[in-house]
């Protein structure tokens, strides 16, 4: 049985140095009714009192929950919120943040800014190039594929969001929007992945790498339409053959019947009115008639065990895709590269095996889940 940490005897906060989020936790079984069953944020633990400092998330102060007083509470009186009610926690502190953000009269004025400015460049209301947007996507969705599309869109908004301070905000012209570019590109994988020893090359090589890679998706991506069926298959045809012919001799069938009844019914009618005694007309064949009126179509008999099947070639195999790099693959190798990130980073921004397998093993079950869910798709898309 493991030991318990004296400092964190609940395993309620990270590992020393680890870029983990503090844990959000459950309020239970206190003495305060008004408390119970809020949420709050762990902040460090007391050895002297035995008690962790916990930060209230109230509804009158969600959005930084970290500049409240903080409140002492036992152990056994916190437990770990669920998946659900972290989320939940975690949505309202963004939905209040933002919606602090955009009524902060400084924002307010800094998008009227943008906004004044990028109408009097494209010479529309903004809005309206959003519409139109918006109309060409689902065009492309149409005409090319969803995955496609999404690819082909992300690419082409990473690449203009890097030049952006070029091309929109220094009104720079196309030539020194491409000089200045691999310096950019440099600057957004550092502050991305906070790996500081990436040179110009490396970056501007990691760009080529991924510009391949995303033609290769929208260029080579395999066919998703069913192959064409054989041109050869001769029980088929036969059969079809026979049936159409068939038809048209049971037609044939059917009208001699009715031919051969109005006979029957005239002779009886003869031999009625001349006196005549029952079936003195009938001919004497009458059996022979009536029986063979329906013969087995000749078309119909098909010797299948004369048939040459080697004259006929085997229908071709269903092509399989040479590759299950696709964007389900994509973005699981964003989530697992994010994670190991998030989880192998020391606050000095070095990567620390250690670290990485601290908060591996204090990871809650619902993350290694997904971990894992990644894992498994980004090998499946290399190896299968």
Known sequence: MAETNANDP??????????????????????RMDINDSFG????????RSRYLVTLISNENPISPYNQAAISLKPENLQKASFIEKTKIQGKL??????QQIMDPRVQEELRRHYTTAQSRLGVKPEYLLYGFIILFFIF????????????????????????PEWYVGRCDFKTTIIKFPGRWRDAIVEASGFQNISTKMALGAFIALTLFTGKVLIFTPSTHRPPSPKHIPISNAATSASSKYETSNTQTNTRTIQLLEEIYKFGFEDATNEKPFGSSLPDNLQALVMDKIPSPPDLDIEYDD??????PPPPPTSKPKSNMGMGTIMSLFTLFRMLKEMATDPHGQISFPLLVANIKMADSWKLGIFGLCAYKVLSGFLF
């Open 10 to 31: 609940s395993g309620l906060l990270p590992p020393p140095g680890s870029s983990t989020n503090p844990s959000i936790i459950k309020i239970v079984n206190t003495a």
């Open 41 to 48: 944020i762990v902040q460090s633990y007391n050895t002297d």
């Open 94 to 99: 963004v939905y209040n943040g933002v919606k």
């Open 141 to 164: 969705v149409r005409l090319f594929g969803f995955s496609r599309v999404i690819m082909g869109t992300s690419f082409t908004l990473l690449v203009a969001g890097v030049s952006a």
């Open 307 to 312: 048939l040459d099947y080697n004259d006929y």
